[in-house]
């Protein structure tokens, strides 16, 4: 099950995954790994919910168990 972590934390985890960034662009910071981009919420006040972050895992094509190892 996913759950809600800080931004700092989803940055990590992605990275471990060999994402690189954040990089600036638009209105959002991006992730990106080869042609895959992944836009992540701006800074802001408490974490990120577990329904996006479960978003975000699904557009990287992380499983679930894949993130939780991490």
Same mark, same amino acid.
């Given at each position: 099950?996913? #759950?809600? $972590?800080?931004r700092?934390?989803?940055?990590?985890?992605?990275?471990?995954?060999?994402?690189?960034?954040?990089?600036?662009?638009?209105?959002?910071?991006?992730?990106?790994?080869?042609?895959?981009?992944?836009? $992540?919420?701006?800074?802001? #006040?408490?974490?990120?919910?577990?329904?996006?972050?479960?978003?975000i895992?699904?557009?990287?094509?992380?499983?679930?168990?894949?993130?939780?190892?991490?």
């Amino acid at each position: 099950m996913f #759950k809600a $972590i800080s931004r700092r934390e989803l940055i990590r985890k992605l990275r471990k995954f060999g994402f690189e960034g954040p990089i600036s662009g638009g209105k959002h910071q991006f992730m990106k790994k080869g042609e895959l981009k992944l836009h $992540i919420p701006n800074p802001h #006040k408490g974490d990120i919910t577990a329904g996006l972050v479960k978003r975000i895992a699904h557009q990287a094509g992380i499983h679930e168990e894949e993130w939780q190892r991490i």
